[in-house]
C-alpha cells in the first residue's frame, strides 16, 4: 500500500519539527555566550573606591568615564556611563 500524500506531508513535518529540536537542543547545552570582561584597568580605577562613586579609566586610545560597580565576583569595576562604540 502506498503512503498517502497526506501522511508524506505529516511524516515531512514531523522529521523537520525533530531536526531543529535537536539543534534547539544542542545550542542550549552549549550555554550562554561568555561575558565580556572589563580590562584591567576599570577594576584598577575603582581600588579603594565604593560602589557608586565616579570613576575614568585611561585606555591607550581614550579615557572613559563611569561609575564603580560590583562584578558578578563582586569586585569592584570601572562601568563606563555610555556603551563602547564599536570599531
Known sequence: MQP????????????LLGAVAIAASARAAEGPPPRHQPPPEAFTA????????????????RTVAGTCAASPEGTLFCRPARPPEAR
Open 46 to 61: 575603582c581600588q579603594g573606591k565604593s560602589e557608586s562613586d565616579s570613576c575614568s579609566v585611561s585606555l591607550p586610545d
Open 4 to 15: 498517502t500524500r497526506s501522511s508524506r506531508i505529516t511524516l515531512t513535518i514531523g522529521a
